[in-house]
């Protein structure tokens, strides 16, 4: 197999990152890689402790993708096992922990929108579960690995040391996490690992657990933390500042026009697909004219998960129902089903698909953001007659949708 150049691919793999732990290893395998026609194995590990995937996840899986373009390949770890310990990375307390159920639910959703990005090509991604080898392990062989570390190293990790100081309790088997996500290192023996800033301690133990196992270490490679549409937390549906890589292309490319305009490059080269060599010109683009470079930004990270067409699409719909302020031209139908002739607008919402919980919705209503025909709705708790006003046009926020008819 033919690659590209050493300094060609070295190129492509530093846009967006953080570190690489120790570079001179990587130029090296990528070295040993050109010469032999041998591609090297780049490990993600993933918890699925969240059903949905944001773009904030993607930009590590973006990093594997282009790793699979330069012709290596790409395996994808999800953490059935890891997932019960819960990853301590940027906590002040311990997570709660999973179902076996939980798990194996979130972790066919996640496999389901990695694909987004992964594609599905055997040849260039291996997808397995660290379940199938930590979950043998006897109790024997959990104390052999927790020897190969100390208390004092763990509490070097800065989520340790600041919990520890602040007389917040560390679970014992919190000091696991970063032992067993090494040990997938040394199970799989992969030439390198990629995870955000905040997994550094982890990928490093993986580089000294296969270093004690006689086995050629790995290179970390670290990429950022993208910071949500607020700008300020990290990208979090928890904190409603997230961009799903499933939700609507209208809904997405409204969301990344909402981004603090000191965003626009970061997101441009974390989040999107524009050639390595244009970037100089969007951070110019961004800092002269951050409006249009915005609504470029949105179309490029729109088209990216939903193909040219839709992300076009999406953009005359917002021209039409936030900048016009009109109807969009198609309008989804719901038709509720209730033997009374009465709806609550909280069920409507739902209905709609606008809100995932009762209490997310009831949240549109007190922050204002539903209205039907144009009239807000200020009461969560408000009832519908829908036989006197169906149907209508339910809309919250700037860009949902939903005409709201009677059942026949």
Known sequence: MSFLSVEEQLQHIRRGVAEVLPEEALTEKLARSVKTGQPLTVKLGVDPTRPDLHIGHAVVLRKLRQFQDLGHQAILIIGTFTSRI??????????????????????????????????????K??????????????????IRLAAQTTVARMLERDDFSNRYKAGEPISLHEFLYPLAQAQDSVHLQNDIELGGTDQTFNLL??????????????????????????????????????????????????KVLSIPDALIYRYAELATDIPTEELTRWQ??????????????????????????????????????????EEPDE????????GSGQAGIIDLIRLAGFAQSNGEARRFVQQGAVSI?????????????????APFVLK?????????????
């Open 86 to 123: 819960g990853d301590p990375s940027g906590r002040s307390k311990t997570r709660p922990p999973l179902s076996e159920a939980e798990i194996e639910a979130n972790a066919e959703t996640y496999f389901e929108q990695a694909k987004h990005v992964l594609g599905t090509d055997p040849a």
């Open 125 to 142: 991604l291996n997808i397995v579960r660290n379940g199938d080898w930590l979950g043998p392990m006897t109790f024997a062989d959990v």
């Open 205 to 254: 133990m993986g580089r000294s657990l296969m270093e004690a196992a006689g086995l050629e270490p790995q290179v970390c490679l670290t990429l950022p933390i993208l910071e949500g549409t607020d700008g300020v937390q990290k990208m979090s549906k928890s904190l409603d500042n997230y961009i799903g890589i499933t939700e609507a292309p209208e809904e997405m490319y409204g």
């Open 284 to 325: 110019t683009y961004a800092e002269e004219d951050p409006r249009n470079a915005k609504h470029d930004l949105a179309l490029q990270i729109a088209q990216l998960y939903h193909g040219a067409e839709a992300a076009q699409a999406a953009r005359a719909h917002f021209e039409q129902t936030v900048i016009r302020k």
């Open 331 to 338: 309008i989804p139908e719901i038709v509720p089903e209730t």
């Open 373 to 389: 025909d144009g009239e807000k709705v200020d009461d969560p708790m408000q009832m519908i007659d829908l036989e006197a006003t």
């Open 396 to 408: 919250v926020g700037k860009r949902r949708f939903a005409r709201v008819v009677r059942s026949t």
